[in-house]
């Protein structure tokens, strides 16, 4: 999982962008069918790269909270992780239904 403090800063990001430029580049011209797999793979860096907003310091919810649960795996995010080592613990929806009195 990413944090935010291990994003790279515009600076580093650009720099990288440059770097992935380049090597797409020299990749392409030397063998581009040799080195197909590779530069696709360089490409969704690139894509990644270029459409993230390395200014904006929030977090997307799906890195945090688990929105799509998988019973077979027992890795959660840092929200539910959170919670659990609180002693809260998620409720199934008939406990939520608003017909439940306290």
Same mark, same amino acid.
């Given at each position: 999982m990413r944090y935010?403090? $291990?994003?790279?800063?515009?600076?580093?990001?650009e720099e990288r962008r440059l770097t992935l430029e380049a090597e797409i580049r020299n990749l392409s011209s030397s063998d581009p069918i040799?080195?197909?797999?590779?530069?696709?793979?360089?490409?969704?860096?690139l894509k990644h790269l270029t459409s993230s907003n390395h200014v904006d310091d929030s977090v997307p919810l799906c890195e945090v909270l688990d929105l799509e649960v998988n019973p077979a795996d027992s890795a959660v995010k840092p929200m539910?992780?959170?919670?659990?080592?609180?002693g809260i613990?998620? $409720?199934?929806?008939?406990?939520?239904?608003g017909n439940h009195r306290g």
């Open positions: 935010a403090a $291990t994003r790279p800063s515009s600076e580093e990001a040799s080195n197909g797999q590779l530069i696709s793979e360089l490409y969704i860096e539910l992780e959170r919670m659990v080592r609180l613990h998620p $409720t199934g929806p008939e406990r939520c239904s």
